[in-house]
């Protein structure tokens, strides 16, 4: 049955792809509102994770408030992903006139350096469209998890591959790392997630979140730049790409409380973007499910 329903999945990508591409890429993105909705109407279980994460990082918010946040992030959500169905559709001078870049001259600079740049992805906003654009400036590896169904993993790697990134999965990320920042390339890190008792404790929203240490580890053992940077959904129906300025990285020598304090600092500045923008972020995420007391899991699903 498993199968089957992979299978199933993977042609309602392919036919769901194919049809909103004969469409101009506008009316593409806004069916994903009506995708989005879909999904808000019958998700109750990740609605009800939504809610129990802006209730505690928003406290001072109505209910009316934060269901309204959940219902733009569904919408944003639905967007997004008739968005990436869209990319092959997309080359990069094509992409650049949907997404503005500001600030990129903090990329550059960092870059300039000649030590390549780890770059911090979060689940904002559309992120496949910010790791496509990225190619813009050079070489641009993303780390990514592979997906549980076969068919649909080829899709998306496909898709990615297409818009000029170089996809690694874990697990066999170490040595490409490495090389890729060696030859002065960008590596991208999806880190915003929880990691499990892998990670280290930051404060995210007032709460201890288990947080990826890769960035930080990394950074910390070649000296690379660490680059953050978000992509905003404008009102003309345009998207922003903001390249936020080097984060200093922290080198005392104590490598355990340098790759803390490091990972402290993009957290803040991924939390900055977050208040600004609370629509944009993956809410429906169970971000602080493991626990510093316990250092794994609860036992809820999510």
Not at 56 to 78: C, Q, V, W
Not at 103 to 113: C, F, H, I, S, T
Not at 205 to 227: E, H
Not at 274 to 299: A, G, I, L, Q
Request: hydrophobic share 40%; aromatic share 12%; with cysteine.
């Amino acid at each position: 049955m498993r199968k089957i329903s992979h299978i199933i999945e993977y042609i309602f990508l392919v036919l769901a792809g194919s049809c909103l591409r004969r469409f101009p890429f506008g009316r593409a993105s806004e069916a994903g509102k009506f995708f989005g909705l879909i999904l808000y109407t019958f998700d109750k279980k990740h609605r009800k994770i939504a809610y129990d994460n802006l209730r505690a990082a928003f406290p001072g918010k109505s209910d009316e408030e934060l269901k309204g946040i959940i219902k733009r992030l569904y919408k944003n959500m639905g967007r997004s992903f008739t968005e990436f169905l869209y990319l092959p559709k997309l080359p990069l001078e094509k992409l650049k006139l949907i997404v503005k870049a500001r600030g990129e001259e903090n990329l550059r600079a960092a870059l300039n350096k000649g030590r390549g740049a780890v770059v911090i992805v979060s689940h904002f906003g559309n992120w496949e469209f910010m790791g496509a654009r990225y190619t813009e400036y050079g070489s641009c590896t993303v780390i990514a998890f592979p997906q549980s169904n076969r068919f649909t993993d080829r899709i998306i790697t496909k898709y990615r591959t297409g818009a000029g990134m170089k996809i690694i999965f874990t697990g066999n990320a170490v040595k490409e790392i490495l090389r890729t920042l060696k030859n002065k390339g960008m590596v991208g890190f999806l880190a915003d997630q929880d990691a499990h008792g892998e990670g280290v404790f930051v404060d995210f929203f007032g709460r201890p979140a288990s947080t990826n240490r890769g960035p930080a580890v990394f950074a910390l053992k070649t000296k690379a730049p660490i680059i953050m940077s978000y992509i905003v959904r404008e009102k003309d129906n345009t998207q922003t790409l903001y390249f936020e300025p080097e984060l200093p990285l922290v080198d005392t020598g104590d490598f355990e409380a340098d790759v803390k304090k490091n990972t402290e600092n993009w957290t803040a500045v991924l939390e900055r973007y977050v208040r600004e923008y609370p629509d944009h972020w993956f809410w429906v995420h169970r971000r602080w499910k493991t626990r510093p007391d316990e250092n794994r899991p609860d036992d809820a699903d999510g």
